[in-house]
Every structure is written in C-alpha cells, then in structure tokens.
C-alpha cells in the first residue's frame, strides 16, 4: 500500500466553523507533513511531524493546528479561518530517518479542498 | 539565495512531440537535492525523481529522461513522445542539506503546466 488518504476531499465552512482534515498512511512512514497550496502556486509547507512529535512549524497562524495521534494518522483542525485561508491542503508521509533528512522521497495525497465563506 | 526557477508557466504540445521542461536552480550549499515532482489534476504531487548534487549521471527511466548539468545549476526534464496522460502541473524543487534543508522543505519552482492535444 504506498497511498496517503486524505479526507474529505472538499470541505467548504463559514468562518466560525471548527473542522478537521484528516491524512492516512499505513508504509510505515515516521515522517508526516501538511503541506498549503493555493490555485497556480507551489505547495508550501506548514508543518512537520516526525515520529510523530512536532518538529517544524513554519510560522502558520494558529487558527491552524496540527494532530499527530499515531505513526498512520494525521490531523489538521480548522478553526476561526479566512477567506484567504481557501485553498488545497495536502498531506505527505516519507520514510523519516530523522530531522535533517533533507534527500527524502515524499508521499502525497490529493488533498482536500478547501472554501472558507 | 536559494531559488527554483522554471521559466515556462505553460507549455502545449501534440501528441508525440518531445517537449523539455526548464529549470534553474540557486544554492549556497555544496550538498543539495532535486527532485521533479508531477501534480495531475487529481491534485496529488507524484515523485519522479531525486538527484543529490554529487550524482551527475543523466537518468532515462521509459519516456522520461534527466540532464543534470551542475556548470549551469539546471535539471531539465525531457519526455519523449509525449502523451495526453502527461498533462500536468511540473514542479522542480530544491533541498539543501546544510542551510535549511530539513524534511520536507523543499524550495519548489513556480511549476510548469504541460498540455498534451492529441
């Protein structure tokens, strides 16, 4: 099995909604990541779990946050966004040989598309 | 700095043409890491390949091929006889071992969109 699944895969929400995504992988992966992608932009990273403690937040507000309850599972609760918050948020695994493995190969899932009202 | 650049935003093409696909690359580290990724429009980013900064070898892998040319910091990306299911977004992205370089914090490209009419 080499997928990441992530659900759901749209999600539209007011601005005071709370909701979660969620991300999924059974290879065994130590390494798991969020990642922001707005239309015609490159992905950009917001955050990194390796086994499964938080090593790398880059700068994202906390109206976004992060939930690593085991290896497999990966969580991201929406809570209070914007409008500018709208876009595709995907997830990643990879094998995580520890921080700093910066040649690792990553695994993506499709993403979840997200529309804030 | 450190920076990818993939000057084509868009690139279209018939069915069986060989395109190339650009890209540029800045880094003050002597140990770094590229890597092409393709992004179809199911939305998931596909791994195609890694290369690390001491590997010069040209790779071909079926359609695919890489040139890797460290005198002017490009990886460019060339399919063969391109086909409608190439069509996709190709992001080209950078990791440096020393500076920055953790787990997934690659400095990607802008990505280039290739269109495959048939």
């Known amino acids: 099995d080499t997928e990441v699944t992530q659900t759901p895969k749209h999600l539209v929400m007011g601005m005071t909604n709370k909701k979660s995504l969620k991300c999924e992988q059974h290879?065994?992966?130590?390494?798991m990541y969020w990642y922001k992608q707005k239309a015609k932009k490159p992905p950009e990273l917001m955050f990194v779990y390796s086994y499964e403690k938080l090593s790398i937040n880059e700068s994202v507000p906390s109206r976004f946050s992060p939930e690593c309850p085991n290896s497999s599972l990966l969580n991201l609760h929406l809570h209070a966004l914007q409008p500018e918050d709208s876009a595709l948020y995907l997830c990643?695994?990879?094998?995580?040989?520890?921080?700093?493995?910066?040649?690792?190969?990553?695994?993506f899932g499709s993403g979840t598309q997200l529309s804030v009202l | 700095a450190q920076k990818v650049t993939q000057a084509q935003t868009e690139i279209s093409v018939v069915e069986k043409e060989d395109v190339t696909l650009d890209c540029v690359y800045e880094?003050?580290?002597?140990?770094?890491?590229l890597f092409w990724y393709k992004q179809p429009p199911s939305g998931e980013l596909v791994f195609l390949i890694r290369r690390n900064s001491f590997d010069e070898q040209n790779e071909i892998s079926g359609r695919y091929s890489w040139n890797f040319q460290k005198s002017t910091s490009s990886f460019n990306f060339t399919i063969t006889a391109s086909q409608v299911v190439d069509s996709a977004v190709y992001f080209c992205a950078l990791s440096e071992r020393n500076y920055g370089g953790s787990q997934g914090n690659l400095i990607f490209g802008k990505g280039t969109k290739l269109s495959v009419k048939p």
């Open positions: 290879m065994g992966h130590r390494a």
């Open positions: 880094t003050r580290d002597t140990t770094y890491y």
């Open positions: 990643a695994s990879s094998q995580g040989t520890g921080v700093g493995a910066a040649n690792e190969k990553l695994f």
